[in-house]
């Protein structure tokens, strides 16, 4: 049975696209089929993050329009068969597509792909409501940031209403030595306010935005970053294997203590 999952935060540049992107790819190297729909009209960049842009000839509007057949539309990565990419189209309003046109697009892809992975838009308008409209799952992104929080607690409180089954968190950009310290919430106290499961925590790493400007997933490099095998594994638990989750806390304690050993000559 294939998937239909929405990527979406309520807050703008949280990481809903490099999460998309990632995912996409993640999923697409243990052999499942994917396409990955821009649901950003307007300020699409998963087409960037991608390293696709070169390659966009229509897009989802073109496509409703009649002016191609969806297949035309799909954009096909290179590096990995198994993934491909909808374009939204640049340089238009957010008024240019509508749910039930979002649905349709969705059902023409549904049989032919295992994952459908929607990168939302940021807010809780029509661009969240047309990503939100065809999907049966859904993925929160948020930082560990009281604004990013609030935002994820209302989206999820709209996914719920939109009877979105199953949802899950994931929490990016954590900084340990912030959350030491207390200048930054936990991702236990997240989970208290949220009250959704965890799929992933992502450390937040130069690694992720230099990849991001070279428009390759950190999922596609050949040896794993800490951050691309943090996504792979939320890849394998999407897919229900049992992967316990990276401690950050724990690394960034042992750290401490082996600093301190050395201060102290020991
Ligand atoms: P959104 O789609 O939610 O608006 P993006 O995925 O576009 O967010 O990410 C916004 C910016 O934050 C990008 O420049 C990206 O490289 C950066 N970013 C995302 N996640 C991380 C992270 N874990 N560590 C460092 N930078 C990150
Ligand atoms: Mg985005």
Redesign the pocket.
């Known amino acids: 049975m294939n998937r239909i999952i929405v ?1 979406t ?1 309520g ?11 990632n995912l996409g790819a993640a999923l697409a190297r243990l052999g499942k089929k994917v396409v990955l729909i821009d649901a ?1 009209f307007g300020l699409r ?2 087409d960037l ?1 991608l390293g696709l842009e070169q390659r966009i000839v229509y897009t989802a509007i073109d496509v409703l329009a009649d002016e191609c057949t969806i297949d035309k539309a799909l954009v096909k990565d290179k590096r990995l068969p198994n993934l491909v990419l909808l374009p939204a189209a640049q340089n238009r309003s957010k008024d240019a597509i509508n749910a039930e046109q979002m649905q349709s697009l969705v059902e023409e892809l549904k049989d032919k792909f295992d994952y459908i992975i929607i ?4 807010g809780i308008e029509a661009g969240f409501r047309n990503a939100v409209a065809p999907a049966q799952e859904a993925i929160i ?1 948020t ?1 560990p940031e009281m604004s990013a929080v609030r935002d994820a607690d209302r989206v999820i409180g709209l996914l719920e209403a939109e009877d979105i089954g199953k949802i899950s968190l994931i929490v ?3 900084r340990p030595e912030m959350v030491q310290l207390n200048q930054m919430i936990s991702v236990e106290d997240i989970l208290d306010l949220l009250a959704v499961p965890l799929i992933g925590i ?12 070279k428009g390759e997933p950190l999922v596609m490099e050949e040896k794993l970053s800490v ?1 691309g095998l943090a996504f792979q594994n939320i890849a394998r638990r999407l897919e229900g294997q049992d992967i316990p989750f990276l401690d950050f806390m724990a690394a960034h304690n042992s750290l401490l203590n082996r600093i301190r050993r050395r201060l102290l000559g020991g």
């Open positions: 990527v935060s807050k703008g540049g949280v990481g809903k696209t490099t999460t998309t992107a950003d960049n998963l993050l990168d939302c838009p940021a992104v930082t990016n950009r954590l992502l450390p937040d790493d130069q690694k992720i935005i230099i990849s991001t400007n951050p």
